[in-house]
């Protein structure tokens, strides 16, 4: 099964990012709090803990956004950051379930607005099924292939080696394989 991979990448204009030195936090945030959101929605499945990432996200560049030497190298820190504050966020989700807190999570909402029924339910199950995955294999799985990174870049991401990261993304395919397998 391949999911549906929408486009991602929000890329600043180089002006953009060389007019303004160093470049504010007010500035950061209007050019990738989009970019920040969409990880945060994908790797989460859902809209409600997307907001906490992304704040959360920006006042930790508030407390390093001074400690990056190249401009550049943004976009890609705020990345591994939001990877992260959503990892932090699956954990503590994951141990909210085990003691029965929290509701039963809906991901029909994560479908694009063109999106059949029938593909609607699919994600829904498959974002359901990525719940009960190890919260590293689900990341490692999520910015592979429905973020679209290479491998190396979900290494980096995941804070994993490349080893570590083909075999979270097996472990997490095995599991998603085997329970899509009936609908082959």
């Not at 990012?17 to 989460?44: E, N």
């Not at 966020?89 to 379930?97: A, E, Q, T």
């Not at 974002?127 to 490692?140: C, E, K």
């Not at 429905?146 to 997490?172: D, F, P, Q, W």
Request: contains cysteine; glycine residues 6%.
């Amino acid at each position: 099964m391949q999911p549906h991979r929408a486009p991602l990448r929000v890329i600043a204009p180089v002006e953009e990012l060389q007019t303004q030195q160093p470049l504010t936090l007010d500035h950061a945030f209007r050019l990738y709090s989009r970019y920040v959101a969409a990880i945060a929605k994908r790797l989460l499945g859902r809209d409600d803990d997307v907001d906490d990432v992304v704040q959360d996200v920006f006042l930790r560049a508030h407390k390093g956004l001074g400690q990056l030497r190249e401009t550049e190298a943004l976009k890609a820190w705020l990345a591994t950051v939001t990877v992260r504050v959503a990892r932090r966020k699956l954990r503590l989700r994951k141990i909210g379930r085990v003691f029965g807190l929290g509701e039963a999570p809906e991901y029909e909402q994560i479908a694009s607005t063109g999106a059949t029924a029938e593909d609607r339910a699919v994600l829904a199950r498959l974002y359901a099924l990525l719940d009960t995955m190890p919260v590293d294999n689900r990341i490692a799985w999520t910015l592979r292939y429905i973020e679209g990174e290479k491998l190396e870049e979900v290494a980096e991401l995941a804070g994993c080696s490349l080893a570590t990261a083909k075999r979270r993304i097996a472990a997490a395919q095995e599991t998603i394989d085997g329970a899509f397998s009936h609908e082959r």
